[in-house]
């Protein structure tokens, strides 16, 4: 699979968008890379978990998120679903499941409900190792112009998590557990 055919599909080169797109999901491949390196007991598909980080954000143009440069109509916590419409409208079914339940610890339609968010009532959390440990690795990046490449540590990621209520903290802190994530 070519990445990068897709990204230039959906976004224009050297513009800022595209720009901390793939700074951001770099970032995010490299340490899935890691993350799955390390756990080779557990199987991961390291080509599958490349690709699947490189394109776990496509869907972000389409969301009002300016300080990204993003202008589109929706709230950025489509950018998950809205990532896989575009993924499985390309083919690639696997890869939009990962965009899809990336978002936060994944969300629960319970959580959906309690929160209000204007996403598709059902559970968008990830189940295959490969979802799991790009999810992990998401959270270790900021798309913020000056945080691109700074990696958050595991208790400035566990106090964003905490934000999104017991569920989501809970989810959280079990993968880092299956993952041996420690600091």
Same mark, same amino acid.
């Given at each position: 699979?070519?990445?990068?055919?897709?990204?230039?599909?959906?976004?224009?080169?050297?513009?800022?968008?595209?720009?901390?797109?793939?700074?951001?999901?770099?970032?995010?491949?490299?340490?899935?890379?890691?993350?799955?390196?390390?756990?080779?007991?557990?199987?991961?598909?390291?080509?599958?978990?490349? !690709?699947?980080?490189? #394109?776990?954000?496509?869907?972000?143009?389409?969301?009002?998120?300016?300080?990204?440069? &993003?202008?589109?109509?929706?709230?950025? +916590?489509?950018?998950?679903?809205?990532?896989?419409? +575009?993924? !499985?409208?390309?083919?690639?079914?696997?890869?939009? #499941?990962? &965009?899809?339940?990336?978002?936060?610890?994944?969300?629960?339609?319970?959580?959906?409900?309690?929160?209000?968010?204007?996403?598709?009532?059902?559970?968008?959390?990830?189940?295959?190792?490969?979802?799991?440990?790009? &999810?992990?690795?998401?959270?270790?990046?900021?798309?913020?112009?000056?945080?691109?490449?700074?990696?958050?540590?595991?208790?400035?990621?566990?106090?964003? +998590?905490?934000?999104?209520?017991?569920?989501?903290? !809970?989810?959280?802190?079990?993968?880092?557990?299956? #993952?041996?994530?420690?600091?």
């Amino acid at each position: 699979m070519d990445f990068l055919k897709i990204i230039n599909k959906y976004y224009e080169k050297n513009t800022k968008a595209r720009n901390i797109l793939l700074s951001h999901s770099r970032a995010v491949a490299k340490k899935a890379l890691e993350i799955g390196g390390k756990n080779k007991n557990l199987n991961p598909d390291l080509k599958f978990i490349e !690709e699947a980080s490189m #394109l776990h954000d496509i869907g972000i143009f389409l969301t009002n998120a300016p300080s990204i440069y &993003c202008f589109g109509k929706r709230p950025y +916590i489509c950018h998950g679903f809205l990532g896989r419409e +575009i993924l !499985e409208k390309e083919g690639f079914l696997s890869h939009a #499941l990962v &965009c899809e339940r990336h978002v936060g610890a994944g969300i629960s339609k319970e959580e959906t409900k309690r929160g209000g968010f204007p996403l598709p009532f059902k559970d968008m959390i990830p189940l295959t190792i490969e979802e799991k440990i790009v &999810c992990v690795a998401d959270k270790f990046f900021s798309k913020k112009k000056d945080f691109l490449e700074k990696e958050k540590t595991i208790e400035e990621i566990k106090k964003d +998590i905490k934000k999104y209520g017991k569920e989501s903290f !809970e989810r959280f802190e079990n993968w880092l557990n299956i #993952l041996g994530i420690t600091n």
